[in-house]
Each structure stands twice: as structure tokens, then as C-alpha cells.
């Protein structure tokens, strides 16, 4: 038995809540999760979880073991960052979180020339917008738009976004340009829903690029709390949409949207990347963090 191995299973196992979850956490059979948590039981001797058929619950001997086994992984995983990092070779399992639009516009089509580049890293990218605590999750990078709330991460900006207002050519062939926020309530608009608290996310605007940002929020008989929803709509021709940059990038290049008000444009949220300061000269990161900062440099300056 490999028993670091079977402490990483069994910490996956605790922090998903379950044998199956644990498993398509890590990309393995269930029946494998099994064994290898039986192997460590029978290795200490005791029983680390007590099961049922509904529920699954620490033994006072298995929340010793989670919580030094993590420990113990975390150690671990300093300890190869740090010596790759003195071999130059950057290596290893880098497991990456980030917003959709994030993942779907700008990273994935760009991950052929990481792979390229950086061969000895096995890359794991999972697509979310939820607040995460990364070391329980296994999470190296973490990219979060708006302001970082952890001042336990380290943080490094790598895209300062705009909001844009847009449409499809056919709608506005069909009724025209507003030239000022206020006659957006002329107009057909699409408004895009918190999805926790279900309201609507206010317009933002400024005049020309100076002066303050102000809000002229339209009324509006569509709205989503999926911002790729939204953006198809417009698409189609429902209505003008107000979104941030790094989601109307592509439509715009292709041409299924075009910018509307674009004199009153204004700055929206920055791009994080996020990792722990344990991961601050790990190469595997600093290589992805490097990457990521240079192909949305790219992307942004083509448009």
C-alpha cells in the first residue's frame, strides 16, 4: 500500500462527503476509494470512518488521522514544489478554479500551447464562481473576478475588465443606436440576475471615460442569472445587453454583437489570480499564473 496515496483518498473522501464524490474528485473507481481507505484502516488498526447506507461520520481516531494526514500532504506538496523549483522543471498536478466566461472565452482555447510548452504538468481545471476554501478542496490557482476577500492568498491582478453595452446588427438595423444611457429606456434591454440574490445588476456608465461612474439601470422584460444565456439572447437579436468585456469578446470579433454607447463605457472588476503563499515559487504555478497573464494581455490588445 502506498500509504501516502491512501491518506490523499482518505482526506478526499472527508472533505467530499462521500466514497462516490472522492472519486470523481480524483478520476478513480469507487471501488478503488474503498480499498484504499480499508487498507489504511487495517494499516493503523482502527476504524477512521463509520459508514452506514445513508450517512457517513469521523471516528475520533479518523479526525486525528484527516487532520495530520493533511498536514502531512500539504508538507509534502511544499516539499516538491520547493525542490522542482531549485531544479527548474516545473511538474506535476496543478489543479485550477475559475468563473466559466473565464474558462469557455479566453483559457481553453489557449491550453494547447501550455500543454506544449509545459508537458510534465497534468493540468485539472474545474469551472466555478462559488466561494471555495482551496486547501480543503486541493485548489493551486484560483481565478475570482472582483476585489479578493481572503487576505490569507496571495493575489495577482491579471485583467482589468470593461462593462460594454452590445446588440445584435439586426436589432439595431432594425431600431437604431441610443446615444445616450437615458434612451436605453427606448429600447428593448436584457438584464443579467445575481444568482443568489436575485436581483438585477445595476448599468454602470461614465461619460466619455472621466468623472465618476453613475448607474441608469433600463427596465427590461427579459432577465437571466446565466450570463451565456443572456448573451445568446442579444445575440438572437432580443434586446441590448450591458456585460463585462472578457464575456462579449468573441461575439464581438465575430460580429454576432456589435458595441453600443461606447463613448460611456466604463471599468468594471478585475481579474484575480489567487494560491497560497505556500505555492508563491512553486514553477507549476508561477508558469500557469505567467501563462494566464500573457495570453489575456494578448487577447485584450488584439481587440
Not at 70 to 75: E, G, H, K, N, S
Not at 113 to 139: C, H, K, N, Q, W
Not at 263 to 280: E, K, N, Q, S, V
Request: aromatic share 6%; net charge neutral; proline share 6%.
Amino acid at each position: 500500500m502506498d500509504r501516502l496515496a491512501a491518506m490523499q483518498v482518505f482526506c478526499a473522501v472527508v472533505e467530499a462527503g462521500g466514497f462516490s464524490k472522492a472519486a470523481q474528485r480524483l478520476g478513480i473507481s469507487t471501488s478503488s476509494v474503498t480499498n484504499q481507505v480499508a487498507a489504511l484502516e487495517k494499516h493503523f488498526g482502527v476504524r477512521l470512518l463509520q459508514r452506514t447506507t445513508r450517512s457517513m461520520s469521523l471516528t475520533a481516531e479518523g479526525q486525528q488521522c484527516h487532520a495530520q494526514a493533511r498536514q502531512v500532504l500539504a508538507d509534502m506538496a511544499a516539499l516538491e514544489a520547493s525542490l522542482l523549483q531549485a531544479a527548474g522543471k516545473p511538474s506535476g498536478s496543478l489543479r485550477v478554479d475559475m468563473p466559466s466566461s473565464i474558462s469557455r472565452n479566453l483559457v481553453a482555447p489557449a491550453l494547447p500551447r501550455f500543454i506544449a510548452a509545459y508537458p510534465d504538468i497534468s493540468l485539472r481545471l474545474t469551472v466555478s464562481d462559488r466561494l471555495v476554501d482551496m486547501v480543503e478542496e486541493g485548489i493551486d490557482v484560483m481565478l475570482r473576478i472582483g476585489e479578493p476577500q481572503d487576505s490569507s492568498l496571495v493575489a495577482r491582478s491579471l485583467l482589468t475588465m470593461d462593462y460594454l453595452c452590445c446588440a445584435a446588427p439586426a436589432f439595431v438595423a432594425r431600431h437604431g443606436m441610443p446615444q445616450t444611457p437615458q434612451e436605453l429606456d427606448q429600447f428593448s434591454c436584457l438584464h443579467f440576475l445575481y444568482p443568489k440574490a436575485r436581483q438585477v445588476r445595476p448599468w454602470l456608465f461614465q461619460d466619455g471615460g472621466t468623472g465618476e461612474p453613475y448607474a441608469h439601470t433600463p427596465a427590461a422584460a427579459l432577465s437571466f442569472d446565466h450570463i451565456e444565456s443572456m448573451i445568446a439572447a442579444a445575440q438572437a437579436g432580443c434586446g441590448i445587453v450591458q456585460a463585462l468585456s472578457v464575456s462579449v469578446l468573441q461575439p464581438l470579433r465575430e460580429g454576432t454583437l456589435v458595441p453600443v454607447l461606447q463613448p460611456f463605457r466604463t471599468r468594471g472588476p478585475d481579474l484575480w489570480a489567487l494560491f497560497h503563499p505556500r505555492h508563491l515559487r512553486a514553477a507549476k504555478v508561477q508558469v500557469f499564473v505567467d501563462f494566464l497573464a500573457q495570453i489575456f494581455h494578448d487577447d485584450f490588445n488584439e481587440n
